[in-house]
């Protein structure tokens, strides 16, 4: 590792995770190459994490509490490495991962993406990869989607190699708690998303990342969740490059944000539900789902609008619980609802 001169920076931020962070940093270190630099932040632990990460032996700080994304900025100002990797300290880099994305990486990427690796608390696969392979092999204008929905399939924080000028979002993201919100959102207006699709990480899968898990439907939260994103909107109308500035993008029109109204509405039944379908099934024809996604989406908006209240929250519940729903619905959502 060879600091200042280093193409990669690699971070993790760490908050209470002695039992996962020595082997996320222990990952980074078995990469084997010398042109990338390990930071480790400690976002104020009051378990053993800061003892856990000394006895590596690795560029480390403890900071006071602040929440994930200061704790990366932190970091970002301790490198001036062109490309930052964000690694949770409770996931890890596959081995070889870094011999495939550090070749990649150049002056025109804004984002390099991977898939992930799911596994549980002592490191178990399983199942699936998130996103999918042949999910994050979609091509296209990414740029055009956000436009449209609001959202793209993304991996989670781990699975994402930013250029130090998006990073630099981050500063100003003040609405925000998490690290893959603006940066994921902002990139296809920023360079090109390349996608890799490789498993060259792990995601870990455990009761203190998934928020919700066996938990009734919160409309509390799904009101959180639309807040942050018209704030993301908002920030991502101002950061946008001149050079790649689309019409201002109206947060109202998006997939995302017309689909948690409908969801909203047809919890509390209210009666503008009906009139919200028209808008939303036209706005989910017009997307690149395939015909059958398609026909899902719109037939499962059309029940919960008709049916009674308790059948109508047994189906958001069944598609939106966490502990059900499949890697693929997790990375397509992530922007919009945080890590």
Request: net charge positive; charged share 25%.
């Amino acid at each position: 590792m060879t600091g200042s001169t280093s193409r990669l920076a690699v971070i993790v931020n760490c908050y209470n995770y002695a039992d996962y962070v020595e082997r996320a940093i222990r990952s980074v270190l078995a990469q084997g190459r010398d042109d990338f630099e390990l930071i480790v932040v400690d976002d104020g632990s009051t378990d053993s994490s800061w003892e856990v990460i000394g006895r590596t032996g690795v560029t480390a700080y403890r900071i006071e509490n602040g929440g994930q994304r200061r704790a990366c900025v932190f970091g970002l100002d301790r490198t001036t490495a062109p490309f930052v990797l964000f690694l949770d300290a409770d996931d890890e880099l596959a081995p070889g991962a870094l011999d495939a994305i550090i070749p990649r990486l150049g002056p025109s990427i804004a984002k390099l993406q991977f898939c992930l690796s799911r596994i549980d608390g002592d490191g178990n696969k399983l199942g699936s990869a998130v996103p999918e392979p042949d999910q994050i092999r979609v091509t296209g204008d990414l740029s055009e989607r956000v436009r449209r929905t609001g959202v793209y399939i993304s991996p989670p924080t781990s699975g994402n190699v930013f250029r130090r000028d998006l990073c630099e979002l981050l500063r100003d993201a003040d609405y925000d708690d998490a690290v893959d919100g603006i940066i994921v959102l902002a990139a296809p207006f920023f360079g090109e998303v390349v996608s890799l699709p490789k498993e060259l990480g792990l995601y870990r899968v455990h009761d203190r990342n998934i928020s919700g898990v066996g938990r009734a439907i919160d409309t509390g939260r799904i009101e959180q969740h639309m807040q942050r994103f018209k704030s993301l909107i908002a920030h991502l109308n101002r950061a946008v490059p001149a050079g790649s500035r689309p019409p201002q993008l109206d947060v109202e029109r998006t997939f995302f944000y017309l689909e948690k109204r409908s969801i909203l509405a047809s919890i509390d039944r209210r009666m503008d539900r009906f009139r919200q379908l028209p808008n939303l099934i036209k706005v989910i024809s017009a997307d690149d789902f395939s015909p059958k996604r398609k026909l899902a989406l719109s037939l499962f908006h059309i029940l919960i609008a008709f049916l009674p209240v308790g059948m109508s929250r047994r189906l958001i519940e069944i598609r939106y619980r966490p502990e059900r729903r499949s890697a693929s619905a997790l990375a397509r959502t992530l922007i919009g609802t945080g890590n």
